[in-house]
């Protein structure tokens, strides 16, 4: 599930500075430079972004070192 995560997380990388970079030029798309517009492979890699983006979504909690430390500290004392 470590690898998982970590590919999840190297994609939503990818498509997050590809944004980036597409709002300070909007006629600049890393992915379609680098694979080719429109291209087969490319539209892949937008597929696996966006399915990488909901499973960090959802599994966000229960992967996050930070969340699950503030839970930890928020919980009630017995």
């Keep these: ?3 998982v995560h970590a590919i999840a997380f190297i994609l939503v990388v990818i498509g997050g ?3 980036g ?3 300070i030029n909007a ?3 890393v ?3 680098v694979l080719g517009a429109g ?3 490319a539209r892949i890699v937008y597929a696996l972004v966006g399915i990488s983006a909901i499973y ?3 599994m966000h909690k229960k992967d996050c070192k930070s969340c699950e430390a503030s ?3 928020s919980a009630p004392q017995a």
């Design 71 to 73: 839970a930890t500290q």
């Design 1 to 3: 599930m470590k690898a």
């Design 27 to 29: 006629n600049y798309d």
């Design 39 to 41: 291209s087969i492979i």
């Design 21 to 23: 970079l597409v709002a």
């Design 31 to 33: 992915v379609a430079a």
């Design 17 to 19: 500075l590809n944004w």
């Design 56 to 58: 960090l979504a959802v």
